[in-house]
């Protein structure tokens, strides 16, 4: 089955312990993205991928780290987390052509205490 | 810059009304529009999109939207809501040609239909 998976799905943390979320997708997606959602805000976009070794920032980049060592793989680092990084996170993929359609992970819910 | 303005926080509509959920957008050059739903404690699913050609554009579950290029919108539509629908509602852009490839959303906004 295509698919993104997360990993944890729900996280409890507390400021300052490095964490890393997981993202993985199986379709051979070139594209890969971090967004966060927060109510009133919609999802905004973290940082992004267009293949392997290359990524760059979106719009709130500040306080994540991501690698892109492996196509499938596209994880996300918080060095040290601080309270105003509790939100829903998701990952997402796509594949460049013609109108490319992004295919979602279910969501990380993270609180940072 | 490309940027997704959803002017409704919040759209209200009786089971078996049509429904409208409003979108405009901003990018250069022509646009590649998409419509995701959410629903509760649930990622984001594609809908539809506008790639090119004829402007009304019919997705999943019997959604449809219209893209105007002179008002720069594209506007989601139904012709009759169930109250299955209820759910939050993105609306996302992104270039033709240059920039991320990657597209942005919009807030959201959030159907509620009643029964």
């Known amino acids: 089955e295509a698919q993104v998976t997360q990993n944890p799905r729900y996280l409890i943390t507390v400021t300052g312990k490095k964490l890393t979320v997981t993202c993985s997708q199986n379709?051979?997606?070139?594209?890969m993205s971090w967004y966060r959602q927060d109510p009133g805000l919609g999802l905004r976009q973290i940082y992004y991928s267009m293949n392997v070794e290359v990524t760059d920032k979106g719009d709130v980049p500040e306080g994540y780290k991501v690698s892109r060592k492996e196509k499938r793989n596209f994880p996300l680092i918080l060095e040290s987390p601080s309270p105003n990084q509790t939100s829903l996170y998701f990952c997402?993929?796509?594949?460049?052509?013609?109108?490319?359609?992004?295919?979602f992970g279910p969501g990380t819910r993270l609180t940072v205490l | 810059a490309q940027s997704v303005a959803q002017p409704e926080d919040q759209v209200n509509v009786a089971e078996g009304n049509p429904l409208t959920v409003k979108c405009t957008y901003s990018?250069?050059?022509?646009?590649?529009l998409f419509w995701y739903v959410q629903y509760p404690n649930r990622g984001l699913q594609f809908l539809l999109k506008?790639?090119?050609?004829?402007?009304l554009v019919k997705g999943s579950y019997g959604f449809e939207a219209e893209f105007n290029k002179s008002q720069t919108s594209f506007h989601l539509k139904k012709p009759s809501a169930l109250v299955s629908d209820s759910a939050l509602y993105f609306c996302a852009v992104r270039a033709t040609s240059g920039g991320s490839y990657i597209p942005t959303f919009g807030r959201g906004t959030s159907l509620i239909v009643h029964p």
């Open positions: 990018v250069s050059g022509n646009p590649y």
């Open positions: 506008y790639i090119t050609g004829d402007n």
């Open positions: 379709m051979n997606h070139e594209y």
């Open positions: 997402a993929s796509s594949s460049p052509g013609l109108g490319d359609t992004q295919y």
